[in-house]
């Protein structure tokens, strides 16, 4: 067991906290809850810090509650937007619910004890709340002037777009979350990105003027990269954590290409390690930067942790494959999208199966048939082939008149390699 406040603050992971919170923690086995957005079928990266606080709050031997927002997922938050979203569908938040309610439970123990993780969902709720109970009961306790003190909404009438009653009323909504699950589930603290510390502590301002009862907040830090872009997204959109949306391949990769900077405080926050064994590996990093100890940890850690340790050895030899040594069996054991993944960028062209079939030789093959993508000629060809230079699909070529009678990947991509680092792919359709 550990301490909840002190592992959350050596990790860098607190930004707020409200005075009477640690000593609460402290005094008794606390539930806490974190509200997750169900705007897509699977979270993206951006709610890992989220669930490893709940993670942290577990292990240190209190219970934690994940909602999601079945309710208010209806009417969307308009912390940090600039403009309303779109509203979703039962039938998509349905979908979208089961797709993170599975995503969480990779993370969180739902079978310990009283200390289990349980998910609830707010429209179980609210969904028999009519809109006069709602304003009778709950509207009446927070004015407007406090709701309009908040950053959230201020920013929003301050710009062009304005702001919906829909959106305004949101505080409101969370604000009850948090009253019925102390009130239901005994929980007493909110924790949450520090974008929403006003939603939180609306939630408090419930609490106490309802119900006379006392809640607590904690909220994080939000994640920034050194070089100012955003954490998170990468040229391609989102980093899932859903396998069908970013390959663990992908995922892999981008841990693996943090900077060090980045490194080191992604590797307090998105990890199980101590701190002793976090500084050990920070040791060995400084000591040959080039050989990237702390991504690699970082990266093999959270890859095992969202996808398997399966994927996390797929994905290590799919990035052998252009980075170090590999053989033709790594590269057939590469599903279709990983491929055209570890690929991707590289020069690519397209031939039918029946020039395919009717290559004279490999050397009219490389510089003739492919129009000079790797060769210009094909005396330029049966040089380097002679020279050891050409490979397809990692076997090295071993005569100018080898016939072209090469298995394709996938059953339909040859991966050919010039040198050492110029590779090829050929779609033969």
Same mark, same amino acid.
């Given at each position: 067991?550990?301490?909840?406040?002190?592992?959350?603050?050596?990790?860098?992971?607190?930004?707020?906290?409200?005075?009477?919170?640690?000593?609460?923690? =402290?005094?008794?086995?606390?539930?806490?809850?974190?509200?997750?957005?169900?705007?897509?079928?699977?979270?993206?990266?951006?709610?890992?810090?989220?669930?490893?606080?709940?993670?942290?709050?577990? @292990?240190?031997?209190?219970?934690?509650?994940?909602?999601?927002?079945?309710?208010?997922?209806?009417?969307?938050?308009?912390?940090?937007?600039?403009?309303?979203? !779109? $509203?979703? /569908?039962?039938?998509?938040?349905?979908? =979208?619910?089961?797709?993170?309610?599975?995503? &969480?439970? @990779?993370? &969180?123990?739902?079978?310990?004890?009283?200390?289990?993780?349980?998910?609830?969902?707010?429209?179980?709720?609210?969904?028999?709340?009519?809109?006069?109970?709602?304003? @009778?009961?709950?509207?009446?306790?927070?004015?407007?002037?406090?709701?309009?003190?908040?950053?959230?909404?201020?920013?929003?009438?301050?710009?062009?777009?304005?702001?919906?009653?829909?959106? +305004?009323?949101?505080?409101?909504?969370?604000?009850?979350?948090?009253? *019925? #699950?102390?009130?239901?589930? =005994?929980?007493? $603290?909110?924790?949450?990105?520090?974008?929403? *510390?006003? =939603?939180?502590?609306?939630?408090?301002?419930?609490?106490?003027?309802?119900?006379?009862?006392?809640?607590?907040?904690?909220?994080?830090?939000?994640?920034?990269?050194?070089?100012?872009?955003?954490?998170?997204?990468?040229?391609?959109? !989102?980093? *899932?954590?859903?396998?069908?949306?970013?390959?663990?391949?992908?995922?892999?990769?981008?841990? $693996?290409?943090?900077?060090?900077?980045?490194?080191?405080?992604?590797?307090?926050?998105?990890? #199980?390690?101590?701190?002793?064994?976090?500084?050990? #590996?920070?040791?060995?990093?400084?000591?040959?930067?080039?050989? @990237?100890?702390?991504?690699?940890? &970082?990266?093999?850690?959270?890859?095992?942790?969202?996808?398997?340790?399966?994927?996390?050895?797929?994905?290590?030899?799919?990035?052998?494959?252009?980075?170090?040594?590999?053989?033709?069996?790594?590269?057939?054991?590469?599903?279709?999208?990983? +491929?055209?993944?570890?690929?991707?960028?590289?020069?690519?062209?397209?031939?039918?199966?029946?020039?395919?079939?009717?290559?004279?030789?490999?050397?009219?093959?490389?510089?003739?048939?492919?129009?000079?993508?790797?060769?210009?000629?094909?005396?330029?060809?049966?040089?380097?082939?002679?020279?050891?230079?050409?490979?397809?699909?990692?076997?090295?070529?071993?005569?100018?008149?080898?016939?072209?009678?090469?298995?394709? &990947?996938?059953?339909?991509?040859?991966?050919?390699?010039?040198?050492?680092? !110029?590779?090829?792919?050929?779609?033969? /359709?």
């Amino acid at each position: 067991m550990t301490n909840f406040i002190e592992e959350m603050q050596w990790r860098g992971m607190i930004h707020d906290i409200m005075p009477g919170t640690e000593e609460q923690l =402290n005094k008794e086995m606390t539930s806490a809850y974190i509200g997750f957005d169900p705007t897509a079928d699977s979270l993206h990266i951006g709610s890992l810090v989220q669930i490893m606080t709940l993670v942290h709050f577990q @292990r240190a031997g209190h219970k934690p509650y994940a909602l999601v927002g079945g309710a208010t997922g209806m009417v969307g938050d308009p912390t940090g937007k600039s403009q309303e979203r !779109n $509203l979703l /569908s039962e039938d998509v938040l349905e979908k =979208n619910l089961k797709g993170v309610q599975a995503q &969480l439970e @990779r993370f &969180l123990d739902f079978d310990c004890g009283e200390t289990s993780a349980e998910i609830v969902n707010n429209y179980d709720w609210f969904k028999d709340i009519s809109f006069l109970d709602f304003i @009778r009961d709950v509207g009446k306790h927070i004015t407007v002037n406090y709701m309009m003190a908040k950053d959230s909404v201020k920013k929003r009438l301050e710009g062009e777009t304005g702001m919906s009653f829909t959106e +305004f009323t949101y505080q409101l909504v969370q604000g009850y979350d948090f009253y *019925w #699950l102390y009130k239901n589930k =005994n929980c007493k $603290l909110q924790l949450g990105g520090s974008d929403q *510390w006003g =939603n939180i502590v609306t939630g408090t301002e419930l609490i106490r003027r309802k119900a006379s009862g006392e809640a607590f907040a904690i909220t994080t830090p939000l994640i920034k990269k050194a070089d100012g872009t955003k954490f998170g997204k990468t040229e391609g959109g !989102n980093v *899932w954590l859903e396998a069908e949306r970013t390959s663990p391949y992908e995922f892999y990769q981008y841990w $693996l290409n943090a900077s060090d900077v980045d490194a080191a405080n992604y590797i307090r926050i998105f990890t #199980l390690k101590s701190k002793e064994e976090i500084e050990a #590996l920070e040791k060995e990093h400084a000591e040959a930067p080039h050989m @990237r100890k702390l991504q690699m940890a &970082l990266a093999e850690d959270i890859t095992v942790r969202t996808h398997s340790k399966e994927a996390l050895e797929s994905a290590i030899k799919a990035s052998q494959i252009l980075f170090g040594k590999s053989t033709t069996e790594d590269l057939a054991s590469l599903d279709e999208r990983t +491929f055209l993944s570890v690929f991707d960028g590289v020069p690519q062209t397209e031939i039918s199966k029946s020039d395919f079939d009717n290559a004279d030789d490999v050397t009219t093959f490389l510089s003739q048939t492919i129009e000079g993508l790797i060769f210009k000629s094909k005396g330029e060809a049966r040089r380097m082939i002679q020279e050891g230079g050409v490979s397809i699909n990692k076997i090295k070529i071993d005569s100018p008149d080898q016939k072209v009678d090469f298995k394709l &990947l996938q059953g339909k991509y040859l991966l050919a390699q010039k040198g050492k680092k !110029n590779y090829y792919v050929i779609c033969v /359709s």
